[in-house]
Each structure stands twice: as structure tokens, then as C-alpha cells.
């Protein structure tokens, strides 16, 4: 039986957004209409968040109000702060964030309503509690004590500080920074979509997250930054070119590689490269870089693809000192930004989602009794 030409929804629009757009064949990505490339290196991922979440970007009086709500909106009520430590112990880092949001909503002030400003304010907290919930987790896990948050401190240099326990130098922080920038929405991917879905039953945006979070923990999505670390990790240094070829061979897919909208160089992916090199560079050992490079040259040799946001991704989260698997819960700090004002413009002009299916299974079969089948 031939695919439905629209199987994986390819090509379908399900809803109209003014949040960020993307030109596959010119390979241009844009958050409310600024260009990515202008973006990333000169706004800090908190002016992004506003931008996504309010609408335009802030002026210094509105950022330094937006900070203040973040730092507030920090703590992880009751709920949530009495659970960490038992879910710490049992679930993978994804599988925690998913149960973690969950119970915060439970304690967030604003839970029983959907209202413009309580979502407003429910994306704030959302955006402020997610590094922290990653952090604790792992300190949690691992029986280590948190540094402090310096009060002046962005979202940024904050992580960076709790995650590896050290204070990251000035280019780390903008490094790091400019990662969120750069994963902070992305129009119709597969968790955004998730969390529309959820929304659109007029469901509230803890839940829509919750539904965004197993979304991203796919390899096939999210979830791929964490398997090119692993699949760099497996790999002969010498022996890249060769490995590659045998896992195609194979008909394995190469993580870290295609996209469903570009179909040229994903603009992000030019900012990662850069970013990796520079930090491979400075580490005194470019190995995971130089094999990213000849892997690179290899799937387009061999199969014509180009390296989607993850790819780089992978060697900047590790030279930044970021335990490989909390590649992709680092993903949903920055995610948070796009999934969280996605909720806010769904709810305000909302209408149900839900597409039609193909029937492909049997018709008219006679029904028997349990004891004659
Ligand atoms: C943040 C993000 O979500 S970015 C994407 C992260 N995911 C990955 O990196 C996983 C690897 N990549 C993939 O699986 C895909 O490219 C996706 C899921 C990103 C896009 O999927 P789709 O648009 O559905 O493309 P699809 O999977 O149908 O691939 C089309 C063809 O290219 C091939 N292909 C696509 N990606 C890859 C890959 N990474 N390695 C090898 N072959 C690939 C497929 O095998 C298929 O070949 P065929 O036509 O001979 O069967
Ligand atoms: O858009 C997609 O399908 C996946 C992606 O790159 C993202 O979510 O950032």
C-alpha cells in the first residue's frame, strides 16, 4: 500500500503562529521577525524569552522587570521540592523533568486558570524554574551541594555555575547563552506541536508542557544531541569515515543529520559549528570537533544531508563541561521559552486540533461470541 502523501503530517499546516518562521530552502530561521543571525551573539536568552512570550523585544526597564519574575519564580513549591530527591533516584533526567513540571504545577499560584495574564506569569515561572529543576536533579542525584545563585547572574551563567560547580569564564556564559538563543522555538516541530495539541483542548499549560517534554525525549527529536555524544563517544577517532559508511549500510540513520523543513544548512548549525571549534580549540583537545567535521563531510558525501541543530550542539554542551545526559533536558531550558508562549497564542485564538486519519484495517467482519472465535 502506497504512504499517505501527508504521513508524519510533512508539508501540513496545523496552525498559524507569529512567533518564529522558517525558509527551508534559503535555510533562514527567524523568532517575530528578527533573523536569528542578527540574534544570536548580541541578545541574551531572557530578552528572547520576552520577545516570545510578550511580543516585542524589552527595553531596560521591562528586562529588569522580567529578571525580577524570573528570580521569583524559582522555587519549586512543596509538592515537587519533597519528591526530587526519590525521583532523582529512579528516573532518567527527561523522565524526571516530565514528573517535576508536573508536580510544580500542582503548588503554582496560577494553576486553575488559563487567563491571558495568569499564563503570562505561569511562562515565567515555567522559563525559570526549568535550569533549576535540571540542576537540582542532578545535584541530587550525584549528592552535590549547589553554589548559590549569584543575584546578578542570567539564566546562563547560573546553569553553567550549578551543572559543573565551577565559575564558567565570560566567553562560556555567552556561549551558552547564545545556545539557548538559538534552540529557544522552531514554528511546528514535533513538542511544540505536542504542547498545541494539549492546549487546544483548553487544557492548562502545565499539562501542555508535560506533553512537550516526552515529545522532546525522542531520539528522532530532542533526545538526538544526547546520542551524538554517545555515537562520538563509540567511534575510532581514525576510523570515523569508515564507521559512518557502515552504520548506512546498515540503514541505521545518523544522528545529528536531515531535518524535515531545511534542506540546505540549518542556520543555527553554522553558529554551533563556530562555537564548537572555538571551545575545542581552547580545550587543548579538538578530537571530538575534527571527527564532527570528517562525519559531516561524509553523510553529505553519502547521503546529500546536513547537520541539524543537534549536531554541534552535542561538542558544545560537552567542552562546556555538561554531563552528556543532560543534553537534552539543557534543550527543554531553552525550548521552555517557545513552548511556553506557543500555549499563551493558542489559548488566545483557539480551535480544537484534530486531524482526520486514514482508515487501512478491515471492514464488515462478522462478530462471534468469545467462545466461537
Ligand atoms: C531538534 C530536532 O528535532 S532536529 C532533528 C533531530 N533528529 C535527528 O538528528 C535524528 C536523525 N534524523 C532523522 O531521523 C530525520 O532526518 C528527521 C527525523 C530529523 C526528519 O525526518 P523526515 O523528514 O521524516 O525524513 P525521513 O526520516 O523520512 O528521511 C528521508 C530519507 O532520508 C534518510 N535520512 C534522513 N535522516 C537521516 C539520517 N540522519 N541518517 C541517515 N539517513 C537519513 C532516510 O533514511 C530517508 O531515506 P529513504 O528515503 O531512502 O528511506
Ligand atoms: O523543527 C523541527 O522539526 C526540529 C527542530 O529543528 C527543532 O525543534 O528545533
Known amino acids: 500500500?502506497?504512504?499517505?502523501?501527508?504521513?508524519?503530517?510533512?508539508?501540513?499546516?496545523?496552525?498559524?503562529?507569529?512567533?518564529?518562521?522558517?525558509?527551508?530552502?534559503?535555510?533562514?530561521?527567524?523568532?517575530?521577525?528578527?533573523?536569528?543571525?542578527?540574534?544570536?551573539?548580541?541578545?541574551?536568552?531572557?530578552?528572547?524569552?520576552?520577545?516570545?512570550?510578550?511580543?516585542?523585544?524589552?527595553?531596560?526597564?521591562?528586562?529588569?522587570?522580567?529578571?525580577?519574575?524570573?528570580?521569583?519564580?524559582?522555587?519549586?513549591?512543596?509538592?515537587?521540592?519533597?519528591?526530587?530527591?526519590?525521583?532523582?533516584?529512579?528516573?532518567?533526567?527527561?523522565?524526571?523533568?516530565?514528573?517535576?513540571?508536573?508536580?510544580?504545577?500542582?503548588?503554582?499560584?496560577?494553576?486553575?486558570?488559563?487567563?491571558?495574564?495568569?499564563?503570562?506569569?505561569?511562562?515565567?515561572?515555567?522559563?525559570?524554574?526549568?535550569?533549576?529543576?535540571?540542576?537540582?536533579?542532578?545535584?541530587?542525584?550525584?549528592?552535590?551541594?549547589?553554589?548559590?545563585?549569584?543575584?546578578?547572574?542570567?539564566?546562563?551563567?547560573?546553569?553553567?555555575?550549578?551543572?559543573?560547580?565551577?565559575?564558567?569564564?565570560?566567553?562560556?556564559?555567552?556561549?551558552?547563552?547564545?545556545?539557548?538563543?538559538?534552540?529557544?522555538?522552531?514554528?511546528?516541530?514535533?513538542?511544540t506541536f505536542a504542547a498545541r495539541v494539549c492546549a487546544a483542548t483548553l487544557s492548562d499549560m502545565h499539562s501542555a508542557i508535560v506533553a512537550a517534554l516526552g515529545t522532546l525525549k525522542g531520539p528522532l527529536h530532542g533526545g538526538a544531541n544526547e546520542q551524538v555524544m554517545r555515537t562520538l563517544e563509540a567511534m575510532d577517532p581514525r576510523g570515523v569515515a569508515r564507521a559512518v559508511r557502515e552504520k548506512l549500510a546498515r540503514g541505521e540513520k545518523i544522528m545529528g543529520f536531515g531535518h524535515r523543513v531545511y534542506k540546505t544548512e540549518d542556520p543555527r548549525a553554522t553558529h554551533l559549528r563556530r562555537m564548537s571549534q572555538e571551545l575545542a580549540e581552547a580545550s587543548g583537545d579538538d578530537t571530538y570537533f575534527r571527527m564532527s567535521r570528517e562525519m559531516e563531510e561524509v553523510v553529505f558525501a553519502e547521503k546529500g544531508l546536513y547537520p541539524n541543530v543537534d549536531f554541534y550542539a552535542a561538542t558544545v554542551y560537552h567542552y562546556l563541561g555538561i554531563p552528556t545526559d543532560l543534553f537534552t533536558p539543557v534543550f527543554s531550558i531553552s525550548r521552555m521559552a517557545g513552548w511556553t508562549a506557543h500555549v499563551i497564542e493558542q489559548h488566545a485564538d483557539n480551535r480544537l486540533i484534530r486531524p482526520d486519519s486514514e482508515y487501512v484495517g478491515e471492514r464488515d467482519k462478522k462478530w462471534l461470541p468469545i467462545d466461537e472465535r
Open 1 to 191: 500500500m502506497a504512504d499517505n502523501p501527508t504521513k508524519g503530517l510533512a508539508d501540513v499546516v496545523a496552525a498559524s503562529t507569529a512567533l518564529s518562521d522558517i525558509d527551508g530552502k534559503a535555510g533562514r530561521l527567524s523568532y517575530r521577525g528578527y533573523d536569528i543571525h542578527d540574534l544570536a551573539g548580541r541578545t541574551s536568552f531572557e530578552e528572547i524569552a520576552y520577545l516570545l512570550q510578550r511580543g516585542a523585544l524589552p527595553n531596560r526597564a521591562q528586562l529588569d522587570a522580567y529578571t525580577a519574575e524570573l528570580a521569583e519564580g524559582r522555587s519549586l513549591g512543596p509538592l515537587a521540592e519533597a519528591c526530587l530527591g526519590a525521583i532523582a533516584e529512579r528516573q532518567e533526567p527527561m523522565e524526571a523533568l516530565r514528573s517535576l513540571v508536573s508536580l510544580t504545577g500542582a503548588d503554582d499560584p496560577d494553576k486553575n486558570s488559563n487567563a491571558p495574564e495568569a499564563n503570562l506569569r505561569k511562562a515565567a515561572r515555567l522559563t525559570a524554574q526549568q535550569p533549576i529543576l535540571v540542576a537540582r536533579y542532578h545535584a541530587a542525584r550525584t549528592g552535590a551541594t549547589l553554589p548559590e545563585i549569584d543575584p546578578e547572574a542570567g539564566i546562563a551563567e547560573a546553569f553553567l555555575h550549578q551543572i559543573t560547580g565551577r565559575r564558567p569564564s565570560q566567553r562560556e556564559i555567552e556561549i551558552f547563552d547564545t545556545c539557548l538563543v538559538l534552540h529557544a522555538d522552531h514554528t511546528m516541530n514535533a513538542s
